[in-house]
């Protein structure tokens, strides 16, 4: 169904050009924004089968546990080092000229704000924190690191002799071999810690949501750039966008659940789109 409304919504960039021009936007972004800076998504054309970790799993398998902070012991590291790309800095320069109010991004890898964006609700949460379920206390990864690397001495190095790795979506790295490594408790009382990241089966924070359709509704019209819009988390604002009467625009390679909602729908990459606005868009505020 999402590919009879896309073909009767296609546009060109002429035609969102025409759609947004003039309009305060809200931007709700997806994984296909940071492709070009070399995280991969999950469902854009040509990406592997993945298979999400839930919520459940993580907090009800100690060796799921331990084979997941392996993981993400090594990816974080390449999301730490990532460089926001091309679609981001127009973001950002579009919001500092009054076109784009703010950003809703699903993505966790902060180059929204790295590439200077102010006003930015990160629904799904950061990858540069890490919070205790048991007690709440909140910690940087940064600080983690630290403390796995003294539990498990070597282990990138290791890993990283053995062959490049392949970096998954929410900054965790795909190693077969997990089973000697130490996971680290709270400090402060031995509780089970968390990426600050909402998992599949995790309810997003009610005052995260409710600032995102604020946002939403001071809005003019939606853009929706690099999502699929599989998740209720993002389409919701889709559909509460169409439902109060503003334009939806999807930018995106490939179909998205949000097409029937959408005013008009782009099958094209973000950064290059996103780049063009800044020109004509800003030259109309």
């Known amino acids: 169904m999402s590919s009879e409304a896309r073909a009767l919504t296609t546009g060109t960039l002429a035609d969102v050009v025409a759609l947004l021009s003039g309009h305060r936007l809200a931007v709700l972004t997806g994984a296909g924004v940071s492709t070009d800076s070399g995280i991969p998504d999950y469902r854009g054309p040509g990406s592997p089968p993945r298979t999400p970790m839930t919520y459940q799993q993580f907090v009800g398998d100690e060796a799921f546990r331990r084979h997941y902070w392996a ?6 590291r ?10 981001h800095r127009a973001l950002a320069t579009l919001e500092h000229r009054g076109v784009v109010l703010g950003v809703i991004t699903q993505n966790v890898d902060l180059l929204h704000e790295a590439a200077g964006s102010r006003h930015v609700i990160d629904l799904h949460g950061r990858y540069d924190r890490v919070v205790c379920l048991a007690c709440g206390t909140v910690i940087s990864r940064a600080e983690l690191a630290d403390r796995l690397d003294a539990l498990n001495p070597g282990f990138v190095a290791a890993v ?14 795909v190693i077969e071999s997990t089973s000697q490594f130490t996971v680290a408790a709270c400090a402060r009382c031995g509780g089970i810690l968390k990426p ?12 995260r949501v409710e600032r995102a359709y604020a946002l939403v509704d001071a809005a003019d019209a939606l853009l929706v750039a690099g999502s699929s819009l599989t998740v209720q988390s993002g389409l919701r604002f889709v559909r509460h966008a169409a439902g109060t009467g503003k334009p939806v625009v999807v930018v995106n390679r490939g179909a998205t659940r949000g097409d029937r909602y959408a005013a008009l729908t782009l099958d094209a990459g973000t950064s290059e789109t996103l780049v063009e606005l800044v020109d004509v868009l800003a030259a109309v505020h």
């Open 78 to 87: 390449h999301v730490n080092r990532t460089l926001p790309n091309a679609g």
């Open 196 to 207: 600050d990241i909402v998992y599949f089966g995790e309810t997003v924070p009610r005052e």
């Open 71 to 76: 993981r993400n012991h090594v990816g974080w």
């Open 160 to 173: 990283g002799a053995v062959a490049d790795v392949e970096i998954a979506p929410e900054a965790d790295a």
